[in-house]
């Protein structure tokens, strides 16, 4: 059970959880190759362990982070240890953008970026999984609030 369903109130369902895209690891695995490639070496064991400690910082995050869309807000959560939780309600958003770079449609990922009332803008996270099925369902739910 995740943090978005642990958290719903009366009368609300959860629709949808997005996680972040596997694209994250592409990072530490290169950086683990280049030190494999370097050989038993002082600089290999160094490219190495930074490769591990951005690995370690990249799983975290990938643990830690959850998007859930209810009928009645967006749930952002990050963090594994130091979480921090932030809420958008669907009736305060105004648009919502989508983006993904060439990489991004080609793998599917990106950004989606709903702006509420007053400017708003809260943007998830930049390697989200899926985010047209995240857009839709926001969409959809924006939509039957008008």
Known sequence: MGYSEKNLVAGENLLYVARLHWIIFITPVL???????????????????????????????????????????????????????????INRIESIQLQQSIAGRLFGYGSVIP????????????????????????DEQIMGKI
């Open 115 to 138: 702006a509420g009332t007053g400017g708003d803008k809260a943007g998830l996270h930049s390697y989200i999984d899926n985010p047209v099925g995240l857009k839709k369902v926001i």
């Open 31 to 89: 950086v683990l190759l280049i030190g494999a490639a370097m050989g038993r070496t002082i600089q290999g064991y160094v490219v190495d362990g930074a490769g591990l400690l951005i690995a370690f910082f990249m799983f975290s995050e990938y643990i830690g982070s959850e998007f859930g869309v209810t009928n009645k807000r967006i749930i952002v959560k990050t963090g594994l240890i130091a979480t921090q939780a932030r809420e958008i309600f």
